[in-house]
Structures are given as structure tokens and as C-alpha cells.
């Protein structure tokens, strides 16, 4: 074959195209991009960690990795539960305990993220969700997190405080929540068909009154589902029904400077209704989790870092 390209150059060069173009098809079909700066930053496929085997999780609608074990994982079902999260093995998606949150309503629990506040790993979660558009306030609830080196059964949390907030801008569903661990501002963003609003609560926040959120950006994707952003607070995802978007922060960013820059899709298994999605601790990848729909109990899935 060299001795063929030596004599023929321009056989070469068409050689090298087609390699080129074939990497570029291939690249491209696992990690699609939106016009936009290219990045370094590419995940597999989805590697199912197993199937759910707690009857209880029916309706998971949030998702976040412990900040103590990071093979460990916390998700909590969607509204008309008990005031409850679950811990899952992360490994093989098999549950360890149910833990009861203390002074805290499920009205439409949405979405969970988890945070290092002041060294102490911190869960938070959203009681956002408002289908109907009906609520002027809703609610946050910030806990230390339980270790769950200690944890089996069912156990309950009581050191819970709640962080109450009004949208500026109207009554609005909202199921995705971050929490900036650089900084600790928490940010939601509203899940409608169109005009989707990043908002922000700076930290910190005031358990004691209610916060009037910020709006801070706003979003060309719509009818978003959850969000995360990444232990180190350098990536960010969000996903809707369809799709997971990606955004690598550049140095000195602010979590809306970086979203308002074109996003990369990332690779996603479609799931029955999957809301829920969350950074791996050690950055190895994300998971995604659905709802139980038609009878399909709900896989947890891992998207590995290449």
C-alpha cells in the first residue's frame, strides 16, 4: 500500500479525506454539536446499572451523587409522595434506605442536587414543580447529607432548613435545579414550551423570608427536566424529554454567561419519561433515571467519560 501512495500522491490525499470524514461522521454521531466552540469533553453510551427493585420509587423525578460515597446515589419521586428521598447503589442500582425529611411537604418534589457547604456535604431539594401555575411561593429543602456508610432501612433527617421563593416574573413549573458549588447560589429553570427562564437565588439565602429569584438568563431549549452541574462547578447538563445538553464553563464564567453559549448534545437513551439527571462525583460520567411508564420499571443508566 506505501509503495501504491508513493506513486500516486493524489491517492493519498484522497486517502486522508476519507479517514477524516469518517472520524468526523463518527464523532459526530455520538456527540452531536450545535454551532459553537468545540470542546475537548465526550461521553459513551448508556450503560444500564440495572433496574430499580424498590416498588416505592415509581415516579423518580430527581437525582443526585453523594458527596460522602460517591457510589452511592440519591433520587425521590415526584409529587403526591411521602416527604421521603431514596439512597440507590449506584453500581447496580439496588436500594439501601429511605430516608424520611423532617418539617418538609411534597407538594411537586422536582428535582434534587447535592453540594460541600461550609465541608459538610449538603442535599438539596426542589419542591418546584407547579403544573397548574396556581403557587406564588415554593420551597427548597437544604440538609447535611446522610452518610451512607451508616444508613439501612428506613431513617429520618430533622436538622432541614427551607429556603421559600417567588418567581419575579409570575407563577411558573420548574424542574430543574443546580446548585454552583463554586459558589452556592442555587438556580432553577422553568419548564414551559417556550421562553424558558434560568433563574438564580445568591447565596446566601435567607430561611427566614421570602427570596424574589433572579432572572439571570434566558434559554433557546425548552420544556427542560432536570439540570446538574458537576462537582468541580466546570460542566453543566440539562436535559428535557429528548435530549441532554452540555456546556464546558470557561474560566471566570458565571453559570448564565456559560449557558447562554450553544450547547453540545450529549448522548441519551431514550427513556420512558426520564426527569432526572446528575454529574458522577469523581466527574467519571453522568447518570440518567426515568419514571416507571406502561408498565417499564425505570433502569438507572450510566453515560461513561471517554
Not at 1 to 9: G, L, R, S, T
Not at 246 to 257: D, H, L, T, V
Amino acid at each position: 500500500m506505501v509503495k501504491v501512495f508513493e506513486k500516486y500522491p493524489k491517492a493519498m490525499t484522497s486517502y486522508r479525506l476519507i479517514i477524516f470524514l469518517g472520524l468526523l461522521v463518527g464523532f459526530t454521531a455520538c456527540d452531536q454539536l450545535f454551532p459553537g466552540p468545540s470542546e475537548n469533553t465526550s461521553f459513551g453510551s448508556a450503560v444500564s446499572r440495572g433496574v430499580l427493585n424498590n416498588a416505592d420509587i415509581y415516579e423518580a423525578s430527581g437525582l443526585a451523587v453523594s458527596r460522602h460515597q460517591p457510589n452511592f446515589i440519591w433520587t425521590h419521586n415526584d409529587s403526591g409522595d411521602p416527604n421521603r428521598i431514596f439512597l440507590l447503589d449506584a453500581t447496580n442500582a439496588q436500594w439501601k434506605a429511605t430516608v424520611t425529611v423532617e418539617n418538609a411537604t411534597n407538594l411537586d418534589w422536582e428535582d434534587m442536587a447535592a453540594a460541600v457547604r461550609d465541608g459538610v456535604p449538603t442535599l438539596y431539594v426542589g419542591d418546584t414543580g407547579d403544573n397548574l401555575n396556581q403557587y406564588s411561593t415554593h420551597a427548597i429543602y437544604r440538609f447535611p447529607e446522610p452518610n451512607p456508610a451508616t444508613l439501612s432501612g428506613n431513617v429520618s433527617v430533622s436538622n432541614v432548613e427551607r429556603i421559600t421563593y417567588r418567581y419575579p416574573d409570575g407563577q411558573w413549573d420548574a424542574e430543574a435545579l443546580m446548585v454552583d458549588p463554586q459558589t452556592l447560589d442555587i438556580y432553577i429553570i422553568s419548564k414551559v414550551s417556550s421562553g424558558t427562564h434560568l433563574y438564580r437565588l445568591p447565596y446566601p439565602q435567607s430561611t427566614t423570608e421570602v427570596i424574589t429569584a433572579e432572572t439571570v438568563a434566558s434559554l433557546s431549549q425548552s420544556t427542560i427536566t432536570a439540570a446538574d452541574i458537576s462537582p468541580d462547578g466546570q460542566e453543566i447538563l440539562m436535559k428535557d424529554y429528548l435530549t441532554v445538553y452540555y456546556w464546558k464553563r470557561n474560566a471566570g464564567e458565571s453559570i448564565a454567561q456559560t449557558m447562554q453559549r450553544s450547547a453540545r448534545v450529549m448522548p441519551y437513551f431514550p427513556e420512558p419519561q426520564g426527569e432526572a439527571i446528575a454529574f458522577a462525583t469523581d466527574r467519571s460520567g453522568y447518570y440518567t433515571l426515568s419514571e416507571d411508564r406502561n408498565n417499564i420499571r425505570a433502569h438507572l443508566y450510566f453515560y461513561p467519560r471517554k
